[in-house]
């Protein structure tokens, strides 16, 4: 009998415990909700604690009633210790992208994506040339055009007290522009080593370039063998008016790719989809810039041929190059998850020659989690993301975001909105409770349902936007 008593308080200790980190936690994010509701329940379990001993000093539990009740929180006990076991593997993450493809994949045509598509001017020759072969997008793209690219009247939400973060923003998008050209580097053009190529194991390459990003200020890091399918197949992302460009067939011989990604920060997505969330976008976008480009650079050097994919240039399509090294899986949402930060990340890459050892996928449990909890679904203002389960897509099983009226809520609002990445359960910073919380949802499926409700009761289904900085303030 003592022997139950003594494993029926360790464990509320142990609730009690983890409760009150939550709140400490709740507090310091300024979530107002999840830390009345967590100390509420810090308190009953400090209650349930003291009334513990409290019934053991008058030999309540000698009694059967008394008994049934330690049994029966023995068997709770037990129950929260199972959500430790790895339970609801999916094999199919484990083979990255290639365990996802279920028909025929056609390279994607970087002509065909929504911003590609924008970019167009009426009457040019690329404008004909396009939608003569694709007259089904000409009058959506004309009226989403005449409402402005890429986001409308940027900081429509805010005004009057737009400008301030707007000029943040095209401050941060002027980097990539420096930095973009140009995009792939040979070792040649490098004048100091000449083109001379170092001499490096793959295991030396490989611990050195992934250093190298990490030390530049990537957060996540990974490498993978160049799928061809995730090359695109033809250019259409025109940035400098190198009209010349547009049309022409990609090819890319180069074997591996370094994948990484970048953490936004909490405090500005969460500001979503106000100005303060895209001023975030902006920045993370031109330091994604700064680490591909330096990242291609040291590799030249070392005598090798490399390509930096960023907002100024992509080759590859980054958020298949991100799951097949390893930083994480394809959400609901349409975007990479990862175990650290959720979706809250921008992702960059390079492509290079230079002989690296490939990471493996990783099976965080996101296609489950993700069927389950819908938050991103049912908070999307524009319903440009999916209820329904996945399904086939270009070869692909996998959700379809409507890139189409996404993007016409970015004209609307005049931001990129994030308020995806703004709900997502997966987003919250990486304080304790939350890691212990992300670590059991990776590990199990009853967890991830668990979390999934518990994250709704916390904070709310649809949580409003938080207060930004106040360097990053704006209108109501």
């Keep these: 009998m003592d022997t139950l008593i003594f494993i029926e308080a360790l464990f509320l200790a142990a609730l009690a415990l983890f409760t009150f980190a939550f709140v400490i936690s709740s507090i310091w994010e300024r979530e107002k909700r999840a830390a009345l509701i967590g100390g509420v329940t810090f308190l009953i379990l400090l209650g349930g604690e003291i009334g513990l001993f409290a019934l053991k000093s008058v030999g309540f539990f000698q009694s059967t009633p008394g008994f049934l009740i330690l049994l029966v929180g023995l068997v709770i006990s037990v129950a929260v210790l199972l959500l430790l076991i790895r339970i609801g593997r999916n094999p199919r993450a484990l083979q990255g992208t290639k365990g996802y493809i279920v028909g025929e994949v056609k390279r994607f045509d970087e002509r065909e994506q929504v911003f590609s598509r924008g970019g167009l001017s009426p009457g040019s020759e690329q404008y004909q040339a396009f939608y003569s072969e694709h007259p089904q997008w000409e009058e959506h793209d004309d009226g989403r055009r005449k409402m402005g690219m890429p986001m409308g009247l940027p900081g429509a939400i805010d005004r009057p007290h737009e400008g301030p973060n707007v000029a943040a923003l095209f401050a941060s998008l002027s980097i990539p522009h420096h930095l973009g050209s140009p995009h792939a580097v040979q ?16 295991e030396e390459a490989t611990e050195r370039v992934k250093g190298f990003a990490l030390h530049l200020g990537a957060d996540l890091v990974g490498i993978a ?14 940035m400098d008016d ?44 031109a330091k994604v810039a700064f680490v591909a480009t330096e990242l291609a650079s040291f590799i030249a050097n070392l005598g090798y041929s490399a390509t930096a994919n960023h907002f100024q240039h992509y080759d590859v399509l980054l958020v298949p190059m991100a799951v097949d090294a390893g930083l994480g ?27 690296l050892i490939p990471d493996g996928p990783v099976d965080i449990g996101v296609e489950d989690f993700c069927r389950v909890c819908k938050k991103c679904a049912d ?3 524009s319903k440009s993301i999916p209820l329904d389960a996945p399904r086939e897509v270009n070869g692909t099983f996998r959700w379809r975001l409507n890139a189409e009226t996404c ?9 990129d909105c994030c308020l995806c990445m703004r709900v997502c359960p997966w987003s919250h910073p990486g304080t304790p409770p939350h890691r212990l919380i992300a670590e059991l949802v990776v590990r199990n499926q009853v967890a991830r ?4 409700s518990m994250d709704d009761l916390f904070y ?17």
């Excluded at 349409?334 to 930060?341: A, D, K, R």
């Excluded at 993007?407 to 931001?415: M, S, V």
């Excluded at 349902?449 to 999934?452: A, D, L, Q």
């Design 329 to 355: 899986e394809v959400g609901r949402l349409g975007l990479l998850m990862t175990e650290e930060f959720g979706p809250r990340v921008r992702l960059g890459c390079v492509t290079t020659d230079l002989p």
């Design 449 to 452: 349902r668990i979390f999934s």
């Design 225 to 238: 063998e160049i799928n061809p399918l995730w090359v695109y197949s033809t250019r259409g992302h025109i």
């Design 460 to 476: 709310g289904k649809k949580p409003k936007p938080a207060s930004p900085p106040k360097w990053a303030s704006y209108g109501e």
């Design 379 to 381: 908070g999307c203002p």
């Design 407 to 415: 993007f016409e809520y970015w004209a609307r609002i005049g931001t």
């Design 187 to 202: 070792p040649e053009a490098i004048p100091y080593f000449g083109g001379k190529r170092m001499s490096l194991s793959p």
């Design 242 to 285: 190198n009209w010349e460009r547009w049309g022409s067939e990609i090819e890319l011989s180069h074997p591996y790719a370094i994948a990484f990604a970048m953490e936004m920060s909490r405090d500005m997505v969460w500001t979503a989809p106000h100005t303060a969330s895209v001023v975030e976008s902006g920045l993370v976008y």
